[in-house]
């Protein structure tokens, strides 16, 4: 019954006023310890074992990312997928009331499952199926973000510092596993090693792509806000799978042709974010000139972008 701690010291002279240690709190078994194991030669990194009613173990914030979301990854493990969202967050919301914390719940545009609009905003309230594949994930961040407003009702109580909920669209970035099974990595992979690019159903369904960092500050930067209710976090430049894998195909100079396969159960249509409210979080800011996203985002398509899916191409042809 205890957690294995991971810290993290930032250099980015910023960030580090914000907070200087950061830790990750994970349970203790065979999966995370195979994956401590791989992260104790990195720098900044240490390990410390902790007792759940440890007096001494204090925390100001807890940013709760816990939860594969590839969607083979959870599909491979359902119910700890559920349990995760569900009984995972209640630990953490009970750290966070026990050290007076506030806490960051990562929820995800999942919420809004398959939509009917688009883009979308936070007050739309999704079209989810409870009884398929996806569910586990869609309705467990769903369960979440429930249990995060009722600990939000209840901040006067119970000594919780406050909640924040931020949905992120998809993400990508360097050290994203080649075998993540997100749409990315794959076709990333393909594309270089000259494979054929798998496209779920016609390509034409559309996401959205915000870089790794870029979703980090709007973390960082929600977290220290006051807003209370749920934030999209997340780039807003929708592209069908098809533009993807074509921009990939070039960026690689890959011979790889596209075959299509079937479209995955609730797989949904389009996802784009509406970033009206993300945007308040920035409106004070007047040193840098901040996007609607609250925080600098870089579009993929422009020179930025096409330097950050390099970068990922060097890492990938790292891995073996
Ligand atoms: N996809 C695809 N080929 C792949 C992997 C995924 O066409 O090799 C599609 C998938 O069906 C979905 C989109 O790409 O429509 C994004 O899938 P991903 O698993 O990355 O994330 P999601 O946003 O669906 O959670």
Redesign the pocket.
Known sequence: DYFMINKEKFTNKKQSKIAKKIFSVAPSDDKTNKYIEECLHKKHFSIKEIDRGNQEIKFDRIYNLACPA??PAYQKEPISTILTCTQGLYNMLELAKYCGARLLQTSTS?VYGDPDISPQPEDYRGNVNCFGKRACYDEGKRCAEALCYEYSKLTHLTGIEGVRIARIF?TYGRNMRPDD????T??ICQALNNEPI????D?K?T?SFCYVSDTVNGLIKLMESNVLTPVNIGNPEEYT?IEMAEMIKKLTKSKSYIIYKD??QD??RE?CLDLHQCHDLSRHDNRRKYDASGYHHRPCRNRNGQRKLSDLQKYLELTP
């Open positions: 590839s969607p999942e998809n099974g997100r749409v990315l794959n076709i798998t496209i779920y159903g390509g369904q996401r799978i479209l995955p797989d949904h996802k």
